[in-house]
């Protein structure tokens, strides 16, 4: 878990620095970012970056300081940022590291609701600021209080792309305006209150890889700790009831909230392509990234990434290494061969791991476009019969002309294809189901008629969701 926007330099925390750093580290949060708001926090964060391996440093003059914003301001920022920006830790035998870490430039924007500073102040402060990042290409971090539609204009005209509106308090709207200019979203602790109807929103509409959580602390304590002071290891609670929003574990939520913070803020490793990862309880296997189709809304041309697992093979993974790396197929819900690419291109594979799996006490499913009998040249369902508990297939169009402009087959008659496969699949497989993307284009009631006449479910996805 990474919380990605606190103050620790706050005299808040004073007294017990120490045990509130090693409070989040025992509770498994990963990274902090602590943020400089004023010349002396900014001091303050990139001293305890320097200081703590997992502690890294944003700088910037919040919106109520603006009036206090000078060149000479100015230049110490740019200094901060030009010394501690793309250094790495360094350990010395203290467990510290020699050089600062500074990873955004924030927290600046708007605020008129205290207006402790003017407000045609604040707007030049923060087109600076902004200014700054461009030129120096790193994120920023946005504060923007009863300011919404200046904040998006003057984000809009900088020309920033790069960055998160933190501690996020509009509403559905102002969401998508945000996430439109290429924007990350934070949800902090506000979220687990009862009178937050609007944020829990937000918190289910934020699509997977523009989400991060953090406490702003010591402001802001989540539930149970409410109206205590705030600290790093309570991000732990945030997370947890936006995983439930969410419907998926806080393993997920952690590992999709992570990634995003390593991607943005530029800290920590990429991540290894994965050939067995998990979501909720079940365990999903991406055994190739080829296809035979091209989907305009399939995920591998936005993103390498599905709920923070990286799914871009260097090279397919052999029978033995899916075996390796499943372990004991008992402990999960069920194996799903799944769609990061059209699993049944390598229907050995796909028929000798399952019968291994349902030998070792798990169930299987397969994703699959329902392209199988073509690929393969025969009717192949007669050999999943007994391996296979459930097939998920895309049917995706009400018909060919429409599966043709979505789906964009490599063959003539695909989708003619994918019928046939759905209608004899119910023959061998237990439970069998088409499923669609709701989209435009996609006429979701002449599908469920599609799917009485061939006698399957049908489940129908929200676009951009996503494993
Ligand atoms: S069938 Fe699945 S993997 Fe293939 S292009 Fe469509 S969405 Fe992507």
Redesign the pocket.
């Known amino acids: 878990m990474i919380d990605t926007h606190c103050h620790l330099e706050m005299e808040d925390f004073g007294a017990d620095l120490d045990a509130v750093i090693r409070r989040a580290k025992e509770s498994g949060v990963e990274a902090i970012v602590t943020i400089g708001s004023d010349i002396g926090g900014c001091e303050g964060a990139v001293s305890l970056s320097a200081k703590h391996d997992f502690v890294y440093a944003a700088v910037g003059i919040h919106p109520h300081d603006a009036k206090d914003f000078s060149d000479d301001v100015y230049s110490r920022l740019r200094t901060w940022i030009s010394d501690g920006r793309g250094l790495r830790p360094h350990r010395d035998a203290d467990d510290c590291i020699s050089a600062p870490k500074v990873v955004a430039l924030g927290e600046i924007g708007l605020d008129y609701h205290y207006d402790h500073s003017p407000r045609e102040k604040q707007r030049e402060v923060f087109e600076k600021q902004l200014l700054l990042a461009k030129d120096i290409d790193l994120p920023v971090i946005v504060h923007s209080r009863e300011a919404e539609a200046d904040t998006l204009e003057i984000l809009r005209q900088s020309g920033v792309r790069k960055g998160v509106m933190h501690c996020f308090s509009g509403d559905v709207e102002m969401a998508e305006k945000t996430l439109e200019l290429g924007f990350h979203i934070s949800i902090a602790g506000p979220v687990t209150f009862k009178n937050t109807a609007v944020l829990k929103k937000v918190a289910r509409h934020v699509p997977d890889e523009r989400l991060l959580v953090e406490t702003d602390a010591p402001y802001l304590a989540p539930e149970p700790f409410r109206g205590k002071r705030n600290e790093p290891s309570y991000v732990i609670e945030t997370a947890r009831f936006i995983a439930g929003l969410r419907g998926i574990s806080l393993d997920d939520i952690d590992r999709i909230t992570s990634l995003n913070a390593k991607r943005l803020f530029g800290i920590g490793e990429a991540d290894e392509a994965r050939i067995a990862y998990k979501i909720r309880d079940s365990l999903y296997l991406n055994i190739t990234n080829r296809?035979t189709?091209?989907?305009t809304?399939?995920i591998?041309y936005q993103s390498d990434f599905v709920k923070g697992h990286n799914l871009r093979l260097g090279s397919e993974p052999t029978e033995k290494e899916l075996k390796q790396a499943i372990g004991d197929p008992s402990k999960y819900k069920e194996i799903v061969f799944c769609?990061?690419?059209?699993p049944t291109l390598r229907f050995d594979v796909v028929k000798s791991v399952a019968a291994w799996v349902k030998k070792h006490g798990g169930k299987v499913r397969i994703n699959t476009?329902g392209h199988a009998n073509v690929i393969n040249g025969r009717n192949v369902l007669p050999e999943l019969k007994g391996l296979v508990d459930a097939i998920s297939v895309?049917l995706d169009a009400q018909d060919e002309e429409t599966y043709k402009k979505i789906?964009r087959p490599s063959f003539e008659g695909a989708f003619a294809a994918v019928l046939d496969f759905l209608r004899k699949a119910k023959h061998f497989i237990p439970d069998v189901k088409a499923t669609i993307v709701e989209m435009e284009g996609v006429d979701v009631g002449k599908c469920e008629q599609l799917c009485e006449g061939l006698g399957v479910g049908l489940r129908v996805r929200k676009l951009d969701i996503v494993g």
Not at 339 to 342: D, N, P, S, T
């Open positions: 296809c189709n091209k989907c809304f399939c591998r769609g990061y690419g059209e476009n895309s789906c």
